[in-house]
């Protein structure tokens, strides 16, 4: 009885965790579909998520593009199948790297910044003032960030896409000496309408969830700096393990079978 | 009891956070155009009975009525309505730093209202002049004011809708004498103004003698005094005696926890 009590305790803490986040995604999304609406809000967001996003998102995706050319040259030249490369690249890019990569870095940039910001109105009482001049705080902190997230994600992943299959062609061509020509037309014969779709469904659901972690850790802040701090540090984890474990069930479901 | 239906009529308001009760029955009364000052000690659930009152918090047990409308347990759309009855002035002012001044004194008037934003500027510096501040603050960001000025701007925000009943969680806190006597005859000027009700916190015996028709006293989660200003000098209750006088020693036990 003693080791099953403890158990028992995590056990319920964790439903009503999830309880609670189950709660306040629905309440999230059910004020993103009823007016009134914030254009200026859900304008401001975006602009925030996903332009400024665009240097870090285009950095990795430069970077991990070059990296899977050169990795992927090293094991294919033993079989002399060089030729595969442009496929890993591109495959791996639009499926899996694109996506996860993006949706990391940010979950990092905004997760936090969104945590940190909802958090500090609720410590400074912002949150309880929006609600006493009749504004509910869904409608006008979390829903605008909901639809924002969602929406840029997939448009970032594009650029992801754009930029991390450049980097493969980069050091393919200039590098290992691939005919450049050659190079594309093999990109675009691998690649399926699939391969990218999947990839920005998976933007989609990353975004959203990069967008209600920030909200409803910052939303459940108490207490002080620290209590925002740990907000902040909440939200960045959870968003990251979301993504990886969302990841692989968005993957089974397209590619499963 | 007055002969006129109470504008709020609290009866055996219950609030526990986990196992520490806050407040274990308060009942009170507070008759239209009154202003009314809740004292006592910090920690004993001023707060906490002032966010029940307007919604903030989920009371868990008793009565709360506003203009003889039961509020406990009614839905949160209705709750919407009731609340626009309402303005608060937060202890830090909770002023919105993502926008300016004008726009935090604006706010309830652009967003619950849906007054165009030109006209709720002439409101809002109409507003604004009655607290003493010039259109030129209106300009700048909550950041760059001082705490005297923030006040300032908080009760400016709480009066622009024309509330009904306007809250005041702890007015003077934080201000030097001086300035707390300048808010305390704002607040004063504006609920008159407006013939509005006021229900004031706060533990400045100043501030509460300037600003209340009526004292009640809250200790241990019940009111256990209540009446007429001037009577709170001959109150005859040991508890009130000592918060009055300021006084380390009495029935009051201050525990250092």
């Known amino acids: ?257 | 009891m007055s002969a006129t239906a109470p504008k709020i009529a609290l009866r055996d308001l219950k609030k526990r956070f986990g196992d520490k009760p806050v407040l274990t029955g308060v009942d009170l009364d507070v008759a239209p155009g009154e202003s009314i000052v809740v004292i006592g000690g910090s920690g004993t659930g001023k707060s906490v009975l002032i966010k029940c009152i307007m919604g903030l918090l989920q009371t868990d047990n008793g009565s709360i009525r506003i203009d003889g409308e039961e509020v406990v347990g009614m839905r949160v759309s209705e709750r919407e309505k009731v609340m626009r009855k309402f303005g608060m002035l937060f202890q830090s002012a909770g002023l919105f730093d993502s926008l300016l001044v004008w726009e935090n004194v604006a706010f309830g008037l652009i967003q619950a209202r849906g007054m165009a934003r030109d006209e709720a500027k002439t409101v809002a510096h109409e507003k604004m002049a009655q607290v003493g501040l010039g259109e030129d603050v209106g300009a700048l960001s909550p950041a760059e004011l001082s705490g005297g000025m923030k006040k300032r701007v908080g009760l400016a925000r709480a009066i622009a809708t024309e509330p009904e009943i306007i809250f005041f969680d702890e007015p003077t806190t934080g201000l030097d004498p001086i300035m707390g006597d300048i808010i305390n005859d704002l607040i004063i000027d504006c609920v008159k103004e407006l013939g509005a009700t006021a229900l004031t916190i706060t533990h400045d015996m100043a501030s509460a003698r300037k600003i209340g028709d009526r004292i009640a006293m809250l200790f241990d989660g019940e009111i256990i005094w209540d009446g007429a200003v001037d009577e709170v000098d001959r109150a005859e209750n040991p508890y009130v005696e000592q918060f009055i006088n300021g006084l380390a020693e009495g029935p009051i036990q201050v525990t250092t926890a």
């Open chain 1, 1 to 257: 009885m003693p080791i099953l009590a403890p158990i028992g305790r995590v056990f319920l803490a964790f439903l009503a965790a999830t309880g609670r986040l189950g709660t306040f995604a629905m309440t999230g999304v059910s004020h993103c579909a009823r007016p009134p609406f914030f254009p200026r809000l859900i304008g401001h967001q975006m602009i925030e998520i996903g332009y400024f996003s665009l240097p870090v998102v285009g950095m990795t995706a430069i970077f991990t593009g070059m990296v899977l050319a050169l990795q992927s040259y090293t094991g294919f030249a033993r079989f002399n199948a060089e030729s595969a490369i442009a496929a890993v690249v591109v495959l791996s890019i639009t499926r899996e790297l694109g996506p996860v990569l993006a949706g990391l870095m940010v979950a990092g940039r905004i997760g936090a910044a969104i945590a940190a910001e909802i958090g500090t109105m609720r410590v400074t009482e912002q949150i309880d003032a929006l609600t006493t001049l009749s504004t509910n705080p869904f409608k006008y902190l979390v829903a605008p960030r909901l639809i924002a997230g969602t929406l840029m994600l997939p448009c970032l992943v594009v650029f992801a896409d754009i930029i991390g299959v450049f980097g493969g062609y980069l050091i393919s061509v200039y590098k290992l000496g691939f005919n450049p020509n050659t190079y594309l037309k093999l990109t675009w014969d691998f690649l399926e309408p699939l391969d990218v779709i999947s990839g920005l469904v998976k933007a989609a659901v990353f975004g959203f969830l990069v967008a209600l972690m920030g909200c409803y850790h910052g939303y459940h802040s108490k207490g002080g700096a620290q209590g925002v701090g740990l907000a902040t540090t909440n939200a960045v984890v959870s968003a990251s393990i979301l993504i990886l474990a969302f990841n692989y069930i968005i993957t089974a479901l397209f590619f499963g079978t």
